[in-house]
């Protein structure tokens, strides 16, 4: 049968250039190069609400924050052992993302499932900063392989395993799909678009329950009975 | 007697291959739903997944970096003892939990709910979880570990009779797309669907559903193999494929387990066993052998059973 076609692959920096990301579309496929950090709500709540001082100098360091909490280890000496790699939901972090953009500078936020066209545009677009979302999602090993030395942990006493700040070296680490560009086009967004012009075909035949839930939508007048 | 040490070691090796082995059923389903598949971006997902099974084992690397949560399914034959009893038997399930996190590595996802107590070893206030059942015949115990993952794969609703068939369609669609959107849930996923029961029963039906039948494995009453044909087929059919792309692959398979409930209503759950629909299972048995094998076999006739008696064996079905 016919195959689908292939879409485009590239190699970036974890320091891209304005330029580097102008010329990415939403739905290409990316792999980077260079240091990458985790970071997620631990993180966000120590920099931005207990204002901490950053660990590391950032953007210098990288420009890539990765929203994920490695399968690791350390041992008494500090040696880290990585297995998979996997990014969990960003969508959770919509409301430090803005500060955090403006604080670290970073310029790709990497993660699980993208966050709204509304955030792309009113903190990543005025930041010069795109989503990169990883695939599958569970192309751990994948990943896994592409990281290449795990530099540093900070905050692994304070946060744990799990929301530390992990610093790790790329090569080649992918895939990743660009899902947001410099204008703040969502690709899920535009898919899931699509997928919805479908949907009436396919509840055809089938018909809402007899019992409705209270708290689906905002009007606390709701019969629930139908 | 069954030795504790062997139990042990065997579940330390069933945690590792849960981890990193994606069952053969599993990866046999997806390529068929590769073979199909014409969405372009949901056709690269399904590749690099493909891709990640294969480096997952040739690294011996966990295939996805959340490793779940990591649960035990132990099922026992009327004959089986277990040195040192249950508790031996609890314990070392616990340890071997806590080792495979270290040693895999997985990544250490429990945590207290209110206080985000994390051990670092997948252990805590009921955790692992630890289900039993048991067979009329037999003197080994099966140890299945299941490491589900996806917060956004499992739901609940109380329907009615005169929901009807139409109406279970309607909350398998509402959930799919739900958990569909932007690939949350990591389809195409194994769905398992739970009917009847009470809620928590219901609940734990759906979860077995998803978790512990094999691709291609059907209900042993016809008329519910049927739905799951149907049911699967309405999946793939709503346009949406791996990530929430544009496609056509949803559902691998779609099994359904039911329990009797209330004669008022109709309980029903929804579960996606994910892109890592990782499980593993051993067979103990009294002499010391062990077996590996991807197939818990857990619903079985016994498991299934609707009478007061169970008169399958001869020597019962004489006394009957
Ligand atoms: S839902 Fe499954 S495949 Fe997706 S990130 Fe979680 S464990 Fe991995």
Known sequence: ?226 | MISIDAIQKTAETLMEKAAIEIPEDYLDGLKAAADVEDGDLSSFVLQAMLENYEAAKQDRRAMCGDTGCPRWYVKMGNEARIEGGPIALETVLRRATANATRNVPLRPNRVHPLWRTDHDNNVGIGAPEIEYAFEPEGDWIDLVTVHKGGLFGTDYRMLFPSDGIAGIKRFYLDSLVAFGKRGLACQPAIIGIGLGGSKDACMVLGKRAACLRTVGNRNSDPRIAEMEREFKELGNSIGMGAMGFVGKSMVIDCHIEVGYCHTGGMQMSVHAFCLSSRRAVARIHGDGRVEYRTDPNWFTDYQRRETVEWNVLPSLSKSA
């Not at chain 1, 974890?14 to 102008?22: G, I, M, S, V």
């Not at chain 1, 545009?121 to 979302?133: C, D, Q, R, S």
């Not at chain 1, 999602?137 to 992990?166: C, F, H, P, S, V």
Request: net charge neutral; glycine share 10%.
């Open chain 1, 1 to 226: 049968m016919e195959r689908a076609s292939k879409p485009k692959q590239i190699r970036l920096s974890t320091k891209p250039t304005r330029e580097d990301l102008a010329a990415l579309k939403i739905g290409d496929i990316v792999y980077l190069d260079g240091l990458i950090y985790t970071g997620r709500e631990g993180v966000y709540m120590r920099v931005l609400e207990g204002k901490e001082p950053l660990p590391l100098s950032l953007p210098e360091e990288s420009a890539a924050n990765f929203h994920c909490s490695p399968a690791a280890t350390v041992d008494q000496d500090g040696n880290i052992t990585m297995g998979a790699v996997t990014a969990t939901a960003s969508f959770r972090f919509s409301k430090w993302i803005g500060d955090w953009l403006r604080i670290s500078g970073a310029m790709l936020i990497i993660g699980k499932g993208g966050m709204t066209s509304h955030d792309y545009k009113e903190h990543f677009v005025p930041n010069g900063a795109i989503y990169l979302t990883t695939v599958g999602y569970g192309t751990g090993a994948l990943l896994g392989r592409g990281i290449k030395r795990a530099r540093d942990i900070y905050w692994r006493k304070e946060l744990g395993l799990a929301q530390a700040m992990w610093l790790i070296g790329a090569e080649n680490m992918g895939p990743f799909i660009v899902e947001s560009d410099l204008e703040g086009n969502s690709l899920f967004e535009r898919e899931n678009a699509k997928v919805s012009a479908n949907l009436e075909r396919v509840y055809a035949g089938t018909k809402p329950a007899v019992l409705k839930r209270f708290g689906e939508t905002d009007d606390r007048s709701d019969e629930l009975i139908s």
